[in-house]
């Protein structure tokens, strides 16, 4: 099956069929919300862009991207993804609603290693004029499903600028969460402050039936 990046290589050979070179600095990163997680938690990944040119009128601007997130599927599992910066917006959609995929849906054989895509629909004018030079591109929330450390490794990326010409990747920045052993609440112990009298008060009790049943 054909995945969404040939979409992007696609447009690119009709548009201009010419790699745009003054991008060189763009840097794809995945960035975890914490490095260790026990078991039953969740941990949230952010895949993060920089290097773009921000309200520049010439560009580059994003505007479109397609990427694979591997990972270990014995310790994280069950991902969720969400498109666009949480507090910038999606960067992707200005204006206008992007289109989106997300493992299978993107053409992929498979949803492991999972595939995310997204192609911009906003004017080159809107994309160069509003767009951040950073930003969060998705957010891949897993929950964590047994101990180990599991790498966060981004590939297979395919980045297009605001005419859909290819933009030069300047490298990724990987990387890795630990997942530990689930939390066990601890078993309470007695309140030996409230039982000791409890006890004694039961004894003598207990003593003076057997004294009065004795004298009976």
Do not use: H
Not at 16 to 41: C, K, Y
Not at 143 to 158: E, K
Not at 187 to 211: C, D, V
């Amino acid at each position: 099956m054909k995945r969404f990046s040939l979409l992007l290589v696609v447009e690119a050979a009709l548009l201009l069929g010419a790699a745009n070179l003054n991008a060189g600095s763009i840097v794809l990163s995945a960035d975890p919300s914490s490095s260790s997680v026990n078991v039953g938690g969740t941990v949230s990944v952010q895949v993060e862009i920089q290097g773009l040119q921000a309200d520049s009128p010439n560009g580059p601007s994003l505007g479109g991207y397609d990427f694979l997130l591997g990972y270990n599927p014995a310790v994280l599992g069950d991902p969720v993804i969400s498109f666009g910066d949480p507090i910038l917006g999606d960067q992707l959609a200005l204006e206008v609603p992007s289109i989106t995929c997300i493992g299978t849906a993107c053409g992929a054989s498979s949803n492991f290693p999972i595939e995310i895509g997204e192609v911009s629909l906003d004017t080159v004018t809107e994309l160069n004029s509003s767009q951040a030079s950073a930003f969060t591109l998705a957010t891949i929330t897993f929950t964590a499903l047994g101990t180990g450390t599991s790498p966060l490794d981004l590939g297979g990326v395919t980045l297009a600028d605001e005419n859909g010409r290819a933009l030069t990747l300047g490298g990724t920045d990987d990387s890795s969460v630990t997942v530990g052993k689930a939390i066990t609440a601890p078993t309470p112990e007695p309140r030996t402050g409230i039982l000791l009298p409890f006890a004694a008060g039961l004894a003598g009790l207990l003593l003076r039936r057997r004294w009065s049943s004795a004298r009976a």
